[in-house]
């Protein structure tokens, strides 16, 4: 007769028998390997390119992606804003980003927000009331240097907010960007505590982790007026300066490779590992 | 100006922005998530006391090991419910044990949990098998049983598993059993609580956060709050009962007390578990200090800011009610010789408020700066709730979570009695 232990021994060997049997011999076929990489999307992979030095802060970029996006125009948050860095000769920086600049930079004063003392003692009993902006005023004759730096996520390679979702509700698409999917994620707000850059935060409607995507439902489809190519992004679009750009790395012939494949660009907080895709002509060192 | 209603970020509400930071930065992780971290701790430090006797054999702790592990299980119930108040979707919550995404710290969570949750559960029922057996066989003997009773027997009888064999040979295998699970149960109490130090530590984008001694020290300053929770606990009880039977003597004279209740609360049990709370705090401490000073010796890039937050604006918080009135002078009030039972419990609610202020300055203190390293954000706790969301991530949902462990308690109690002589009723 067959011993307990024989019987588990032979049960276990045939089972482990039996999976590497199938495992094993599966053989790749050349044409669906070759058809796999066609349809992985590799031959896209989106990046941005930012020139600084066209930026003049109109604000007009951040309105049409809120409006493109539909996240609530009067809304502090919003997936794209634009900083601006005024550089004095005592060696301070003064930066500051009213509303995300939507309606641009109206005065030349420094926002400097709200400071603990000038908050009220019960900040929830009047939210529309939550303290008083102070601002700083700078002498023109005091500036070395000053600048805009628009901001939006940075699709990065190595995505910080992909690797903490505890659901996978953030996923990195195959051409490269990062895209949400609202009837997954749970609200945790680990992707958001997660991303150095600050570009994501939850919809003030929806109550999911919200970013920017690119303008994901545009940059897929080809655009009408030159069906050879993809539509452009809202912020693009908007702005009338041509400091925004959107571009695919893989295509050699892109303007936007060109340019980031030959001329001088700096990416953000490369400390990080996220290997951002936004690319910046004219980036400060002291842009955060 | 900051826009009302609907057009209101989750976070805004409670978030006051100073100098520059980027347009969506709030305090996205409020009051719940230091509750988390403090729920669990509590959790696993309670556990680790109990396997003091179990493993280790410390026999002057078997009351109190007793205790410690049933409270354990009621603490285990509280612990991820922080977490379900937290969440924008409390009902898609169950996402991360269903379809977790094991790159996230967080999603290791259910794993982790149920491991936990099950070695407790059967250390649990190898302890109180016997109690089980004799409850059953009892009710099932008694004639005319009311209806509570056939709810009680149904309960025990189903709690034996249809196990009835309680011969000294079987016990003696329960209690190998017990030591073998506590014995597990402590590598596995530690990476519960660890892994929930992982989840801040390993966030790259936070500065403060990101150390790898994050889950050592939130492992020694859960032993801490779990040994001193447990000495509160046991303490109140022990008084209670003794206040209850002195009571009852006066009421009904002639009835006999046994000594077992009117003695209360034993000295040398408090004296013994106090030593070892001192020496988890001083261990707590030391890699606090440790990291402190580390980081104001490399003086990273974020450093300024840090600094600034550390020894400007959370001072108070920091130095003076973490350290100085959570740990420092309930170290001395545990050092002096002569404990006293009045003393060690203001030594322990000092220490449980201690790891719970370093818990609010891990998570609140580590949003107190934004991510510009050039401006800061202050925390309002919702107090007075104006609705259901600042009534969950505020005051009332903190407390909440605090006393659903008592409560827990209370009714596990039922099931598993944490005192001896319990069982004669």
């Not at chain 2, 149920?114 to 009892?138: D, M, N, P, Q």
């Amino acid at each position: 007769m067959i011993s307990r232990r024989k019987f588990l021994k032979n049960t276990a060997l045939g089972i482990a028998g039996g999976a590497l049997s199938l495992a094993a011999f599966e053989i790749i076929d050349p044409k669906k390997l070759m058809a796999l990489e066609a349809a992985d999307g590799k031959k896209i992979r989106w990046v941005f390119l930012v020139d600084t030095y066209k930026c003049v802060g109109c604000g007009m970029c951040v309105k049409a992606c809120k409006l493109e996006n539909e996240i609530p125009y009067d809304a502090s948050v919003t997936r794209t804003w634009v900083e601006r860095y005024v550089l004095t000769k005592d060696g301070k920086v003064h930066a500051d980003t009213p509303k995300g600049a939507r309606d641009g930079f109206t005065t030349s004063k420094i926002d400097l927000g709200v400071s603990e003392e000038a908050a009220p003692k019960d900040i929830l009993a009047k939210p529309e009331e939550n303290g008083v902006h102070t601002y700083e005023d700078i002498n023109p004759a005091d500036i070395d240097k000053a600048f805009f730096v628009p901001k939006l996520c940075n699709q990065c390679e190595n995505p910080p907010c992909v690797q903490v979702c505890p659901v996978g509700a953030t996923y990195q698409a195959p051409d490269g960007v990062v895209l949400v999917d609202r009837t997954w994620c749970i609200g945790c707000g680990y992707c958001i505590m997660g991303c150095p850059y600050g570009v994501r935060f939850f919809h003030p409607v929806y109550h999911t982790a919200e970013k920017c995507n690119f303008c994901y439902h545009r940059i897929t489809k080809p655009d009408p007026q030159n069906p050879k190519t993809f539509m452009k992004t809202a912020c693009v679009q908007a702005c009338p300066f041509g400091a925004r750009q959107i571009g695919n790395i893989k295509d050699p012939n892109d303007p936007v490779t060109k340019i980031i494949m030959t001329e001088r660009v700096g990416v953000l907080k490369e400390e990080y590992g996220t290997k951002p895709q936004v690319f910046y002509i004219g980036l400060d060192k002291e842009v955060r | 100006m900051v826009p009302s209603g609907e057009m209101l970020a989750h976070g805004e509400l409670w978030t006051v922005k100073e100098l520059f930071t980027y347009p969506n930065e709030f305090i996205y992780w409020s009051v719940q998530i230091v509750m988390y971290p403090f729920m669990t701790g509590l959790v696993a430090g309670a556990f680790v006391l109990s396997s003091l006797y179990h493993v280790f054999g410390v026999q002057q702790l078997k009351d109190m090991a007793r205790f410690a592990l049933v409270f354990s299980f009621a603490l285990l119930f509280a612990a991820p419910m922080p977490i379900v108040l937290h969440l924008q979707f409390p009902f898609r919550g169950i996402e991360i044990f269903m379809t977790p995404h094991f790159t996230s710290a967080i999603a290791a969570f259910g794993v982790v949990f149920f491991t936990y949750g099950a070695i407790v559960a059967s250390e649990l029922w190898f302890l109180y098998r016997k109690h089980f057996v004799e409850v059953s066989l009892r009710l099932r003997e008694k004639q005319d049983k009311t209806l509570v009773e056939w709810f009680q027997y149904l309960i025990f009888c189903s709690l034996t598993l249809g196990v009835y064999d309680v011969s000294e040979e079987a016990l003696h295998r329960d209690e190998k059993a017990i030591k073998i699970l506590a014995g597990v149960g402590i590598p596995v109490a530690c990476f519960l609580h660890g892994y929930a130090g992982f989840i801040f530590g390993s966030v790259k984008a936070n500065a403060l956060w990101m150390t790898p001694l994050m889950p050592v020290i939130f492992i020694m300053s859960a032993v801490v709050s779990g040994i001193a929770l447990c000495m509160l606990t046991y303490i109140i009880v022990m008084e209670i009962r003794r206040f209850l039977a002195a009571r009852k003597r006066l009421s009904g004279p002639g009835r006999f007390t046994s000594t077992e209740e009117i003695k209360g609360v034993e000295v040398h049990v408090i004296k013994l578990t106090a030593k070892y709370l001192v020496l988890f705090l001083v261990a707590a401490i030391s890699l606090e200090l440790l990291d402190l000073i580390f980081r104001g010796y490399t003086a990273l890039k974020s450093w300024d800011v840090v600094r600034s937050v550390l020894y400007d604006r959370d001072f108070y918080d920091i130095f003076i009610m973490q350290y100085v009135i959570g740990n420092l002078v309930p170290l001395i009030l545990f050092l002096i010789p002569g404990l006293t039972i009045r003393r060690a419990v203001v030594g322990v609610m000092l220490v449980l408020f201690g790891v719970f202020m370093m818990r609010w300055n891990v998570v609140i203190g580590g949003q107190a700066f934004s991510l510009t390293f050039a401006g800061y954000m202050h925390y309002h706790l919702p107090i007075i709730p104006h609705n259901w969301e600042t009534f969950k991530e505020g005051l009332g949902g903190a407390l909440s979570i605090f006393i659903m462990p008592f409560v827990l308690f209370w009714v596990i109690a039922k099931i598993f009695p944490v005192f001896a002589e319990a069982k004669q009723e």
